[in-house]
T-cell receptor, first 115, second 117 residues
Framework: AQSVAQPEDQVNVAEGNPLTVKCTYS??????LFWYVQYPNRGLQFLLK??????LVKGSYGFEAEFNKSQTSFHLKKPSALVSDSALYFC?????????????FGKGTRLSVIA | GAVVSQHPSRVICKSGTSVKIECRSL??????MFWYRQFPKQSLMLMAT?????????EQGVEKDKFLINHASLTLSTLTVTSAHPEDSSFYIC?????????????FGQGTRLTVV
């Protein structure tokens, strides 16, 4: 069975500082990994995904994530945080070739960027 | 490309009435649609998976007679909350997957905030 862990409920960072939102996963085989962001009362917006290839994935709004197979991690990072980055972030995983199975989400991490 | 539109964005209804939420894939054929429910400050809980033209598969603990899902076409799925009660108040989100390269990820609607009074 697939699972995702986001160990931090809340991450606080000062504007301009680098940010990291942690994610670890468990899946059989090579995973498909995703990060989504959710603003209040809105659906999920896609940030980036890892399917194959380079372990460092660059996505929307200056975010990036690094796939680390040995540590089964896919942490989300940004070099310089903005107040507008404050939102709820979800990591998700899917096993490859798993047909029409849904993504499995982590519980979410609330990011607060303080001016 | 790969846009999913969900309607309405928010709805308030009286207890005992039914509410229909629509999820449309605007520029691709959604072979599979998923319906999620999200409680405040919590993650998404999968309610059901529907494939076009067949009955939805509900997750354990989700009442299929209460949450009616129809996926009659490749661009539209509907979730009807029947005889709604205040405890059904929640944020409902749909997502869709398509064929080919559109199958590796899911595309999400904007969500519907349901309030039952």
């Amino acid at each position: 069975a697939q699972s995702v862990a986001q160990p931090e409920d809340q991450v606080n960072v000062a504007e301009g500082n680098p940010l990291t939102v942690k994610c670890t996963y468990s899946v059989s085989g090579n995973p498909y990994l995703f990060w989504y962001v959710q603003y209040p009362n809105r659906g999920l917006q896609f940030l980036l995904k890892y399917i194959t290839g380079d372990n460092l994935v660059k996505g929307s709004y200056g975010f990036e994530a690094e796939f680390n197979k040995s540590q089964t991690s896919f942490h989300l990072k940004k070099p310089s945080a903005l107040v507008s980055d404050s939102a709820l972030y979800f990591c998700a995983v899917r096993a490859p070739n798993s047909g029409n199975t849904p993504l499995v989400f982590g519980k979410g991490t609330r990011l607060s960027v303080i001016a | 490309g790969a846009v999913v539109s969900q309607h309405p964005s928010r709805v308030i209804c009286k207890s005992g009435t039914s509410v229909k939420i629509e999820c449309r894939s605007l520029d691709f054929q959604a072979t599979t649609m998923f319906w999620y429910r999200q409680f405040p400050k919590q993650s998404l809980m999968l309610m059901a998976t529907s494939n076009e033209g067949s009955k939805a598969t509900y997750e354990q603990g989700v009442e299929k007679d209460k949450f009616l899902i129809n996926h009659a076409s490749l661009t539209l799925s509907t979730l009807t909350v029947t005889s709604a009660h205040p405890e059904d108040s929640s944020f409902y989100i749909c997502s869709a997957k398509g064929p080919g390269r559109l199958n590796t990820e899911a595309f999400f609607g904007q969500g519907t905030r349901l309030t039952v009074v």
